[in-house]
């Protein structure tokens, strides 16, 4: 018998541990031979922590569970358990998704190799070295696949790039510095499916010829970084990853910036994260000044199933120009918060509404940020937007990394407004004028509106457009889009003297 | 208890050993560092300097840029609360505030009896479970303010 209990950082935030010591205990005292697996999360995190037992029709899934409840568990019906759910693939938000890149997030056993074969896993990387390199880098551009870490960037011409690129050493650097609050999905892969990064970067090696990856994880994420590490090691152990290519886990240091390629890189290489001009492309002159792919996580780990079903298969899912699929992460003031894998093109309000099932407060969904703290505020009239890069730019928005957060109608808008210039403001590298001063000023001016001063809002404006067309990265050039969505959308919010008593 | 110069030498140099071979060490140096110490002792700086062959106001300009490093070292309890939209959309700023009051300090402040210090936090990944925290690296989901309270008696001794 075997029973899952997940090692998902959600889950164990919610008590998986204490769930799975209550599994162990139950059936010594029973003297049941079961095997616990700590699997990854599922992505229905309002049901972690999720157990699942394994029986001839399936897995069958209860939560969110206690310890307490764990004993009833072994009764004879446990169908008619309190928290019994059925069948896990059978549940709705497990039924309507397309997963491709979290096929075996939540399925297999994250440090199990066998396990990780047994569901598909090496036949892309099988398929790789099959092929060749310039036909592996042709299968990754004609698959359509964008960067997933918010820029959008083609990763075939990324590949095709550092692979054309004069060098003897190259490298593989995998983004996993996710900071934009609302979005977890790197962490669920990589504490979920290590192995299925882990090819990814192997698969990228083989295509452009480096010899050394790096995979760069916010200190933030420790469950993370402990799986990865011991998921290296593995691969090692079992010759996945050697003298031909080799992995090495960094740790980042609590700096937002460092999700922003160059300032990682300068991060990796041990200086302070400052944002380097371009060019010279990180592709040509990139870690220690050598041809380097930077690619994020979800990037990398969507590789392997492209190669192994053919880019083709990829490329069927999606619209426009955003082919394939997208992790959406569900959070904030939501009733079913998680990760939900589907092709691009669903509208906002199939995803909050019907998906997400509203807010967790029962009240009205007010805005909603989507694409991390850089991301716009859309109001409902907005809803109708398909999940598309284009889409969301043509809204003066971004999909950034598919995080969408839900806020309900008591958000101040001028107050997300007033915290975007102050995490800027916090976060910013220092390197260029704009985002350093402008966001400080962006603070003061916001403090202004608040206090009644109508003229500080053309002010406001002014300096959004400076910061957006003068920054040097993301951080001070996305910064007023949640402003100005913000104050577009929600122009009640930042009316003069918001009187009470008028 | 404090550390003496030639214990911060040896480890250090250990250290330093342990990461000879590496690419660009110095975040990995610094991170060892701090689970050692607990902070990055100013003692250690010129180590640095000398052995990565870079100028101590290099080193000092890694240590001070990263929120991670502390100059000092912290409380006996680190207390993480984060601040981020999807955990504020859940209510993070009251939490926060309460727990400024109650422990009587502001943000990176460490209470009078050395007992807390309280960190803020950009996203902790649990964004569909907030608001979250971080209490000495164990992460805590889904906080209210009987669990924050909890959490604050835990952390009091």
């Keep these: ?36 697996v700590r699997n990854g999360s599922r992505g229905m995190v309002w049901l972690e922590p999720l157990l699942e037992v394994e029986t001839p029709a399936g897995r069958m899934a209860f939560g969110p569970m206690t310890a307490a409840e764990v004993p009833a568990l072994f009764d004879a019906d446990s169908g008619a358990h309190p928290k019994a759910l059925g069948l896990t693939e059978a549940l709705p938000w497990m039924a309507r998704q397309t997963r491709l890149t979290f096929a075996r997030v939540g399925v297999t056993d994250p440090l199990s190799l066998d396990d990780y074969r047994a569901h598909g896993g090496l036949a892309g990387l099988a398929r790789a070295r099959e092929i060749g390199p310039e036909a592996v880098v042709a299968e990754v551009s004609v698959s359509g696949l964008r960067g997933r870490g918010g820029a959008g960037f083609p990763t075939g011409i990324k590949w095709q790039t ?35 990064l882990i090819e990814g970067m192997a698969i990228a090696g083989l295509a452009v010829g480096a010899g050394k990856g790096f995979v760069y994880i916010r200190s933030e994420y420790p469950d993370a970084i402990a799986v990865m590490q011991a998921a290296v090691q593995i691969a090692r152990e079992d010759g996945l990853l050697g003298p031909a290519f080799d992995i090495e886990i960094r740790v980042g240091a609590g700096a937002y910036v460092c999700g922003e390629e160059t300032s990682l890189l300068n991060s990796l290489e041990g200086k302070r994260g400052v944002v380097r001009a371009k060019p010279p492309l990180p592709a040509l002159e990139g870690f220690m000044g050598r041809p380097t792919v930077v690619n994020n996580v979800i990037s990398l780990a969507t590789v392997p199933v492209i190669l192994a079903k053919g880019a083709g298969f990829y490329r069927d899912f999606g619209l426009g120009r955003s082919r394939g699929t997208i992790p959406l992460q569900i959070a904030g003031n939501v009733r079913f918060g998680g990760l939900f894998e589907a092709a691009f093109g669903l509208t906002l309000a199939e995803i909050v509404d019907d998906i997400a099932g509203g807010t967790a407060t029962g009240r009205p969904v007010k805005a909603v940020q989507v694409g991390g703290p850089l991301g716009a505020y859309f109001p409902r009239a907005l809803f109708d937007t398909p999940f598309g890069y284009e889409d969301y730019a043509a809204k003066d928005g971004l999909i950034g990394h598919a995080g969408i957060v839900v806020f309900d109608d008591t958000a101040d808008m ?9 995490f800027c403001a916090i976060e910013s590298c ?6 350093r001063i402008g966001a400080v000023r962006g603070v003061e001016t916001i403090d202004r509106i608040a206090r009644g001063d109508a003229a500080a809002i053309p002010l406001l404006t002014d300096l959004c457009a400076t910061m957006k067309a003068g920054s040097l990265c993301a951080l001070g050039g996305f910064t007023p889009y949640p402003v100005m969505s913000a104050l577009t959308h929600f122009p009640d919010d930042f009316a003069p003297l918001k009187e009470a008593a008028a | 208890m404090t550390t003496g110069r030639a214990d911060i030498a040896a480890r250090v140099g250990e250290i330093l050993r342990d990461h000879a071979d590496a690419e660009g060490p110095l975040l990995p140096v610094l991170h060892d560092i701090q689970a050692a110490f607990g902070h990055i002792p100013p003692d250690a700086l010129p180590m640095l300097a000398e052995a990565l062959n870079i100028s101590r106001a ?71 479970c907030g608001p979250a925290a971080m209490v000495d690296g164990r992460l805590v989901g889904r906080l209210d303010a009987p669990g924050l309270e909890a959490l604050l008696d ?4």
């Design chain 1, 162 to 196: 550092v692979a054309a690129a004069a060098g003897e050493r190259k490298y593989i650097v995998c983004n996993a510095d996710e900071g934009d609050s609302g979005t977890f999905a790197d962490r669920m892969l990589m504490e979920g499916d290590p192995f299925c």
């Design chain 1, 414 to 422: 001028l107050r997300q407004a007033r915290f975007a210039m102050e």
């Design chain 1, 1 to 36: 018998m075997r029973v899952f209990v997940p090692r998902d950082a959600a889950a164990r935030s919610l008590g998986a541990d204490d769930v799975a010591a209550a599994v162990a205990a139950e059936a010594a005292r029973r003297g049941l031979d079961l095997t616990l």
């Design chain 1, 430 to 435: 220092g390197k260029c004028t704009p985002c």
């Design chain 2, 154 to 157: 835990g952390v009091a001794a």
């Design chain 2, 58 to 128: 290099e080193v000092h300009g890694v240590v001070s840029f990263y929120h991670d490093f502390r100059e000092h070292p912290p409380g006996r309890h680190v207390l993480k609360l984060c601040r981020a939209e999807a955990c504020q959309a859940m209510g993070a700023d009251a939490l926060a505030d309460r727990a400024r009051a109650r422990l009587g300090v502001d943000w990176h402040g460490t209470t009078g009896d050395g007992a807390v210090t309280l960190e803020p936090v950009f996203c902790l990944g649990l964004c569909a």
